[in-house]
């Protein structure tokens, strides 16, 4: 089991630049599929972003091209740049992962989750 802890949320002003941080322990974040979704008020829990064992990237359509997702081995952390900032992206957004290597846009399919990090933006 892996422990994923998230940081970086706060409140920001329309178009601006947040990064959001998932520190894993417990298990090494390599190798692994690991995800970020988010859950806006009244709505169901969505993807966001994903990275499969082999580093390659995925992403929802209302993201692509403003949010960037990355892993850092050495630091066990992942993490998700988020630009160009808008009021709809307003969420708490989850880290979360998965033993299985491969691509899930389906939480569901994640065993692992942090808490969650606050995102406001503020038109």
């Known amino acids: 089991q892996v422990q994923l802890v998230e940081s970086g949320g706060r409140l920001v002003q329309a178009g601006s630049s947040l990064r959001l941080s998932c520190a894993a322990s417990?298990?090494?974040?390599?190798?692994?599929?690991l995800g970020w979704f988010r859950q806006r008020p009244g709505k169901e829990r969505e993807f966001v972003s994903g990275?499969?064992?082999?580093?390659?990237?995925y992403y929802a359509d209302s993201v692509k091209g403003r949010f960037t997702i990355s892993r850092d081995n050495a630091k066990n952390t992942v993490y998700l740049q988020m630009n160009s900032l808008k009021s709809e992206d307003t969420a708490v957004y989850y880290c979360?992962?998965?033993?299985?290597?491969?691509?899930?846009?389906?939480?569901?399919?994640?065993?692992?989750w942090g808490q969650g990090t606050q995102v406001t933006v503020s038109s």
């Open positions: 979360a992962s998965r033993v299985r290597g491969y691509y899930s846009g389906d939480p569901k399919s994640y065993e692992d």
């Open positions: 990275l499969d064992w082999n580093s390659r990237t």
């Open positions: 417990g298990r090494a974040v390599s190798g692994y599929a």
